[in-house]
């Protein structure tokens, strides 16, 4: 028997899966850290944190599977979507924290490029066709204008799995959905920095790694000093999974053009492959991790999806949690129970799911969550629906930015999907029939999958036929027509807000007038 092991370095854990070729689980950890979050809005992280995650799950997995070293033939290793990248002086020694996806300090730098770079030919070159602290090169140029020191020392950014890499392997390179995520900087067309936009912007192209790979090629080989870190053979190959999301989708057998998949977790990347960028619909394009020079990867979503429900529980479920620790259901199972019979539309709450500003497709740093209805008959079980509900419509919006028809189903998968509840709400809200996967569809599967494909361990009909997805979860129709009005709504709040959580911005010190 082989065995393949696939890593996905995540925004408050690493986890590892370590598989045999016919898609059986054989031992998984995971690694827990935290965001460092000095000022509202900003966001950041060492990447030793991540290193020590890779390190510490891969060898935890090695070791309770108990497989000879000679039998596990490559690591997938993917990761969240790094924003800056991490800024390495030129011994390869971290410089700052790494200003990672949900870092929105970069307002400033959005608005010069707004004022200073051709805006059209931006969108020509790069597929994306707004300007917004959400990406990474707007990251680089607040390093740059802000950290002058910090930018002398930087002789490179690395996104975080292509760091982890060279950490395990001593190779430098980047894989294309990362190049591509970093937004400004990359040529969607050609697969390559553009030296137009990056002269535009001031940044010289050293600054960014200059060898591509795709998900589907060895990105390098583990040095001694690693394997014998990891208990694992020198050489063993690690691939670049590319950036979480992407690889998620392929764990869910996604390996052609046309399905509609929303993986939510903390937050929330629903994605449409094509093979063309999808423009004029804001959303955010880059390439696919498989097949990465023919196939483009459009997505929006929200930056804090699972995110709010967790800071829910955190905050007002004392009680569910308490029930938890002392060897009780989840908290969360417990609070969608109590939940479960609150009718749609929660006796007239909405809430905005903004606890971060927004990227895609509101594209906002100044939006912010809220309840909206709140009275004395209101309960905590009618809040956390409502909380849920948020979630379902920042979907519907998503899928609406598409401006395509997505056929006969859509495809859910994260953690939101152990809630069965939850999935029929998401239907309801959305009037898609909505399927999850049978197993659990994270990144890790699809590292796992990418690593039998470059290995030439696995074959694309071997890799498809593991994911199989569970029946159709139909919307209900008096449901649904309920939740439209609440959609429009939901729309209608945002509009009419949208001046006045700039000016609270503003008032408490996080922008400026």
Known sequence: MKYLIGTDIGTSGTKSILMDTTGQLIAQDLEEYDVLTPRPLWAEQWPDVWDKGVRDSIRAVVKASGVNPDDIKGIGLSGLYGGSGVPVDKDMNPVRPDLIWMDRRAAKETEWVKANVDLKRLSEITGNDVVDPYYGYTKV???KNHEPE???KTAMFLPPNNYAIYKLTGAVSIDYSAAGNIGGFFDINTGTWS???MDAMGVPMDKMPQKFVDATEVAGRLTTEAAVDLGLNAGTPVIAGGVDVGAANIGMGVLEPGRYVAAIGSSMNAALVSEKPIKGRGMIVWPYPYKSRELVYNFSGSATAGAITKWFRDNFGDAEVAVQNQGGHNAYVTLGEEAKNVPAGSRGLVVLPYFMGERAPVWNS???????GLSLVHTKADLFHA???GVCYALRHSIESTGRDLGDYIVIAGGVTHSKDWVQMFADVTGYAVRTPVD?????????MLAGLATDTLTTDEVQKWQVLGEKVEPRAAQHETYNKYYQLYRNLYKDLGDDMHELSVISGIAES
């Open 141 to 143: 140029l607040w390093i």
């Open 150 to 152: 910090n930018w002398k």
């Open 195 to 197: 030296k137009e936009m």
């Open 366 to 372: 100044d939006a912010k969550g809220m309840v909206f």
């Open 387 to 389: 909380f849920q509900e």
């Open 440 to 448: 659990d569809a994270e990144a890790n599967l699809g590292d796992v």
